[in-house]
């Protein structure tokens, strides 16, 4: 069984930064070979996703947030990452990871993590 913990929200104010985190386990030889994403929620809102990266490295980011984060993973420590830079008060939200398992494509989701950003 596969779980996620992220880690490193917090409030912070517009303009500055903050790194997420998330950390697998469970997951054995096959999270090089799975898909990972970062999703976030606001109250009263739907989770939308954030940002992509493949197993072969490749990216994706939601038009709000293009050139302002970066997604990365680091495989040797199942671990992905979230950079943001020049965060803004809509990107509050709870951030959650996801993990599409390979080659059954079962999705797990991390327990989320807060990221406030105050004008």
């Known amino acids: 069984q596969v779980q996620l913990v992220e880690s490193g929200g917090g409030l912070v104010q517009a303009g500055g930064s903050l790194r997420l985190s998330c950390a697998a386990s469970?997951?054995?030889?096959?999270?090089?070979?799975?898909?990972l994403g970062w999703y976030r929620q606001a109250p009263g809102r739907q989770r939308d996703v954030v940002a992509t990266?493949?197993?072969?490295?490749?990216?994706n980011y939601a038009d709000s947030v293009k050139g302002r984060f970066t997604i990365s993973r680091d495989n040797a420590k199942k671990t992905v990452y979230l950079q943001m830079n020049s965060l803004k008060p809509e990107d509050t939200a709870v951030y959650y990871c996801?993990?599409?398992?390979?080659?059954?494509?079962?999705?797990?989701w991390g327990q989320g993590t807060q990221v406030t950003v105050s004008p």
């Open positions: 996801k993990l599409t398992d390979w080659p059954t494509p079962n999705d797990y």
């Open positions: 469970g997951s054995g030889s096959t999270f090089r070979l799975s898909a």
């Open positions: 990266i493949s197993s072969s490295l490749r990216t």
